[in-house]
């Protein structure tokens, strides 16, 4: 197969689609709707599995500087109560599967993997229609188009593609990140900087509505999720427009925590940020659309687990890799198809992610009740 392939999205999985496509010399065209690679933060730490991220790097030819991009130490993992107690403390001995490394360097990685000009930076798309023959065209908020024989939407969440394919829409879980970070944080607050150690930290409280996760990032940078389950009507009520408003308003549902945890949230550097939580239906999927498919959020978007980046990597990877095995794109674009499909209604067996993050010595007393929060900051 060597027609061009438009991509809608420069997430990590629209960039691994293109470069493994560069790979194996079909050219693309990624069309993104920031102005620049820079426009934005990028997030923050991802631990990218061997299982799947890892194997997409491989296929992109990215090994070596892969690498060079892991922060060492950073797959350590601490447990701690609402008062600081430690409960679980698991070291980096650099022998895990998931090395841990910043979203936007992982992304610059690819970016600069690529032929210049393949990115088309200020696209943003506002709809697709479909012409018939396998062809599609996008449309631009500034008016622009482009049709296409090949399109991929890469485009994330609230993806402009995905109504090609289905009426399926992302649905709030009932959970929420209020996202903070904290600067210098081993000078300017040692004792949260301390709680949370060299790795990560989860901290649960008596009820499971409410948590507190950190990274250390590249640096001297904690960066904090504050997880609460509540309706998105309480959150529509905190003013985030007003950071100190906003700030006091989350802390209040953390009374009687210990403040080095607390601190995540009252001393951040950086205004809170309200990250809700959106999920496409459980084994999401629809019938063959000629000449489109998804990858990545696009098409199986879920609540944050761990696997979220990881799998938008290994989608791209697999369907640049079966568009280079088939003359016959409907043929390559099935195949992808019925493996993301799979493997999306397939996920993990909890205990399986259990035994991955914490090397299968997590006490069975804690599993139950942390289960369902391991890993879940990273790939959000």
Do not use: C
Request: glycine share 12%; hydrophobic share 40%.
């Amino acid at each position: 197969m060597r027609i061009p392939v438009t991509i809608i999205g420069a997430g990590l999985g629209g960039l691994t689609l293109a470069r493994v496509l560069h790979v194996h010399g079909i050219p693309a065209a990624v069309y993104e709707a920031e102005p620049s690679p820079m426009a934005r933060t990028q997030g923050g730490m991802l631990d990218i599995h061997d299982y799947n991220g890892q194997l997409a790097v491989e296929a992109a030819g990215l090994m070596a500087e892969f690498r060079g991009l892991v922060l060492e130490g950073r797959q350590a993992m601490r447990i701690l109560d609402q008062g600081g107690t430690v409960l679980f403390e698991k070291s980096d001995d650099g022998t895990g599967g998931r090395p841990e490394v910043q979203r936007g360097e992982l992304r610059r990685m690819l970016l600069d993997a690529l032929p210049a000009g393949t990115v088309h930076w200020g696209h943003k798309a506002s709809g697709a229609r479909t012409l018939g023959d396998g062809r599609h065209e996008v449309t631009f908020t500034d008016g622009r188009t482009v049709v296409t024989d090949l399109l991929i939407g890469a485009d994330g969440a609230w993806s402009r593609v995905r109504p090609l394919l289905t009426g399926a829409t992302p649905e709030y879980t009932g959970t929420a990140y209020v996202e903070t970070y904290l600067f210098d944080a081993d000078t300017r607050h040692p004792a949260t900087a301390k709680a949370v150690g060299g790795g990560s930290m989860i901290a649960n409280g008596p009820t499971p509505d409410a948590a507190i996760f950190a990274h250390r990032e590249r640096g001297d940078t904690l960066h904090g999720y504050i997880e609460l389950t509540r309706p998105l009507d309480w959150f529509a009520a905190v003013d985030f427009a007003d950071p100190a408003a906003a700030t006091a308003r989350i802390a209040r549902e953390f009374d009687g925590w210990t403040p080095e945890l607390t601190a995540l949230i009252t001393d951040s550097d950086t205004a809170p940020v309200l990250r809700p939580h959106h999920a496409l239906p459980a084994g999401h999927r629809w019938e063959r659309v000629p000449g489109a498919t998804l990858v990545g959020d696009a098409a199986h978007l879920a609540a944050p687990n761990g696997e979220g980046a990881n799998l938008a990597m290994l989608d791209g990877a697999e369907l640049a890799q079966a568009l280079a095995a088939h003359e016959d794109v409907e043929a390559a674009l099935a195949e992808y198809e019925q493996a993301m499909f799979t493997r999306a209604a397939n996920p993990p067996d909890e205990s399986a992610l259990l035994e991955s993050v914490f090397g299968g010595s997590i006490p069975q007393s804690l599993a139950a009740l942390f289960g369902d929060r391991t890993g879940t900051a990273q790939n959000g």
